[in-house]
């Protein structure tokens, strides 16, 4: 992934994210709608095989870079707490012979 800031003011911030799709935008998206100064957070895709997403934000009250930094690292937590719980049930599961 490459981010490609295309727009960055105190409430607004358009970032293409060059090599990704649908499944990482829905995500993000998703965590930032959890924040409550979130006014919008969505995407676009102009063609799914010629064009890299092209992700919006804005906020109220909060700068929106901040509010991006902070939704990225909780998904890095996400994803740590999957991979464990992931690893433990391959664990506890055994390994077939």
């Avoid at 934000?57 to 990225?72: G, Y």
């Amino acid at each position: 992934m490459e981010p490609k800031i295309i727009e960055n003011s105190r409430y607004e911030l358009k970032v293409e994210f060059i090599g990704e799709g649908h499944s990482f935008c829905n995500l993000l998206r998703k965590t930032l709608l959890e924040e409550p100064s979130v006014d919008f957070a969505g995407y676009s895709i102009d063609h799914p095989l010629l064009a890299n997403p092209v992700f919006t934000l804005r906020t109220k009250r909060r700068q929106a870079n901040v509010v991006m930094r902070e939704a990225l690292e909780k998904l890095l937590a996400r994803t740590e707490e999957f991979r464990k719980k992931f690893v433990q049930a391959v664990d506890d599961y055994g390994v077939p012979e």
